[in-house]
């Protein structure tokens, strides 16, 4: 077998190759896909799906939740952590389900930098919320479970966090005129020695 012989067998084998796993995968995530629209039906009708005003206590959290699952959350820049000082967030990215007729729930995640602009790790959050019965609104309906990962993903932080009062939202609508603020949260009071 010459050289030249060897070669073309071998870009054969590679497309071959290639060809066969480009269709395993295509295949793949066609066959995951309606699984998961199966599993969380027509979001596009769910009362949670749009655009909310959400208030937290750190303020608020413009997100959307999109008819494909799709989830986004509009964090501030920066924030001061309480161990690591000022730190960068990007937007929180993520999925979210039904999990009722009203009912839903959500997970996200952060990319987070040091002052410097390193890469800091991640910040994952996962709530459940329910839409108010006029869909105009939500609350969340059990503490949030937060993990945090370092620059190697190792979790240095995963808990179950007791929040105060409920985090609330209001659905952001196309006319300034009928769009309502959430109600402002009191910040956490700060303990006096």
């Known amino acids: 077998?010459?050289?030249?012989?060897?070669r073309t067998g071998t870009k054969l084998n590679r497309r071959t190759a290639l060809g066969g796993l480009g269709a395993a995968v295509a295949l793949g995530g066609r066959q995951g896909y309606p699984a998961l629209a199966e599993a969380g039906g027509d979001l596009a009708t769910h009362p949670l799906a749009g655009t909310w005003a959400v208030m937290t206590d750190a303020g608020l959290v413009p997100q959307t939740?999109?008819?494909?699952?799709?989830?986004?959350?509009?964090?501030?820049?920066?924030?001061?952590?309480?161990?690591?000082?000022?730190?960068?967030?990007?937007?929180?990215?993520?999925?979210?389900?039904?999990?009722?007729?009203?009912?839903?729930?959500?997970?996200?995640?952060?990319?987070?930098?040091?002052p410097a602009g390193a890469y800091a790790g991640t910040f994952q959050l996962s709530a459940s919320i329910?839409?108010?019965?006029?869909?105009?609104?939500?609350?969340?309906?059990?503490?949030?479970r937060i993990v945090v990962r370092d620059p190697g993903n190792t979790v240095v932080f995963d808990q179950v966090v007791p929040l105060g009062p409920p985090v609330t939202a209001t659905r952001i609508s196309a006319t300034p005129d009928a769009f309502v603020m959430p109600e402002v949260r009191p910040a956490p009071a700060t303990p006096v020695s």
């Open 1 to 6: 077998m010459t050289h030249a012989a060897d």
């Open 65 to 114: 939740h999109h008819a494909d699952g799709s989830f986004i959350a509009a964090f501030p820049p920066n924030y001061v952590d309480p161990a690591t000082g000022l730190t960068f967030q990007g937007a929180g990215l993520g999925q979210w389900e039904r999990t009722g007729e009203r009912s839903g729930r959500f997970t996200f995640l952060q990319v987070l930098a040091d």
């Open 130 to 144: 329910e839409a108010s019965e006029d869909g105009r609104a939500w609350f969340s309906t059990d503490s949030p």
